[in-house]
């Protein structure tokens, strides 16, 4: 509605002896993002409910087959490759939308939170990527509670169970 608003004023510039380049100039600024993007900050990058970002997900364990993964979030479509047993691509990219997800993955869990000295297994988890125009490279282990919680609550759609984790 404020892009038609902005043309209809924008068009007699027009007839005035204004330039187009101006008045397409003069329209973008006042649309959303003022760089003329659709993006006012309200909205993921893709412009639909998922982030756009693509991030390849290792999972170790010693007495297991490593398990590889891509999740790709582009906006209004979501794809994890290949699938893996639990996960679903949509729940995946909504929970990759949230900020406090995105803060983890790109900043790493935070190194001054107060955890519980319980082990949850030698699962590690590799994430590597970008989201949101972010460099993502963090891993996630089960060494203590806040381990157990990021991987078991906070990214309980982007990481399969772990291996010997119960619910």
């Not at 027009?14 to 100039?25: K, L, N, Q, R």
């Not at 003069?26 to 412009?47: I, K």
């Amino acid at each position: 509605m404020l892009y038609l608003a902005s043309l209809a004023l924008a068009l007699p510039l027009a007839a005035c002896g204004s330039s187009t380049d101006e008045t397409v100039d003069a329209v973008q600024d006042q649309l959303p993002g003022s760089d003329g993007s659709d993006n006012d900050g309200d909205q993921p990058l893709g412009g639909g409910p998922y982030p756009v970002g693509t991030l390849e997900i290792t999972i170790t364990h010693p007495d297991r087959d490593v398990v590889a993964y891509t999740i790709s979030c582009l906006g209004d479509t979501a794809t994890i490759t290949p699938a893996i047993e639990g996960l679903v691509d949509s729940a995946a990219c909504e929970q990759l939308a949230d900020p406090d997800v995105q803060t983890l993955l790109v900043e790493g869990p935070p190194l001054d939170r107060v955890c519980t000295e319980i082990y949850g297994g030698p699962d590690e988890a590799t994430i590597v990527g970008t989201l949101d125009e972010q460099a993502v490279n963090t891993v996630i282990t089960r060494n203590n509670g806040c381990g157990i919680d990021d991987w078991d609550q906070t990214l309980s759609a982007v990481l399969p169970a772990a291996i010997g984790a119960t619910s």
